[in-house]
């Protein structure tokens, strides 16, 4: 059974750092992309970064280029995502997604059930 | 870039049909057929219903298609039942620089 499970969420101060981890499980975590999608309370779904197998190809959406940076370790099937600078408006739920792959462009197959980042003074 | 634009809210009877539309443009749902969409229940993670416009992946109830006419997108739901009632989101590969974007989400409520 795929398994996808994000931890280090919490709330921090403007301005602070917090590093996201998901571990995998249930797949051959080295041949997938993955992806970290965000969800603000009570609105929709937000992409934010996507990192290639072998993390050759990395990508990240404007609203949190420069300041989040997405990584992975296949030895120990997990997902990073470290988040500096962070705003109020980065207050949100943070999903981890898997790439379906097999020619489907962006689709995303299975998801954690989320950690929540909250951001406030 | 703006979201795909998608209704707030569509409601229906159990058993009867319905139908989500998702307008984007000509750089992403027009443009390319990698149209997904996405079941989230209350305080769940997103379920992956459709992708590649119409493919339902294994295990997805047939009660669920998906559809695409030039910029949009739609999802049917055919023999409403209560465990329907949820939020839906689209998604399509874009051209543009954030490699995929979201609708809004629409909510489905089961009269």
């Known amino acids: 059974e795929v398994q996808l499970v994000e931890s280090g969420g919490g709330l921090v101060k403007p301005g602070g750092s917090l590093r996201l981890s998901c571990g995998a499980s249930g797949f051959s975590f080295s041949i997938y992309s993955l992806n970290w999608v965000r969800q603000a309370p009570g609105k929709g779904l937000e992409w934010i970064s996507s990192i290639s197998s072998g993390s050759t190809y990395i990508y990240y959406a404007d609203s949190v280029k420069g300041r989040f940076t997405i990584s992975r370790d296949n030895a120990e099937n997990s997902l990073f995502l470290q988040m500096n600078s962070l705003r109020v408006e980065d207050t949100a739920m943070y999903f981890c997604?898997?790439?379906?792959?097999?020619?489907?462009?962006?689709?995303?197959?299975?998801w954690g059930q989320g950690t929540l980042v909250t951001v406030s003074s | 870039q703006s979201a795909l634009t998608q209704p707030a809210s569509v409601s229906g009877s159990p058993g009867q049909s319905i139908t989500i539309s998702c307008t984007g443009t000509?750089?992403?749902?027009?443009?390319?057929?990698?149209v997904s969409w996405y079941q989230q229940p209350p305080g769940q993670a997103p379920k992956l219903l459709i992708y590649?416009?119409?493919i339902r992946p294994s295990g997805v109830s047939n009660r669920f298609s998906g559809s695409k006419s030039g910029d949009m997108a739609s999802l049917t739901i055919s023999g409403l039942q209560a465990d329907d009632e949820s939020h839906y989101y689209c998604?399509?590969?874009?051209?543009?620089?954030?490699?995929?974007?979201f609708g809004g989400g629409t909510k489905v409520t089961v009269l």
């Open positions: 000509s750089s992403d749902v027009g443009g390319y057929d990698y």
């Open positions: 590649d416009v119409s």
């Open positions: 997604a898997r790439d379906r792959g097999s020619g489907s462009l962006m689709t995303f197959d299975y």
């Open positions: 998604s399509s590969y874009t051209s543009d620089s954030a490699l995929v974007i």
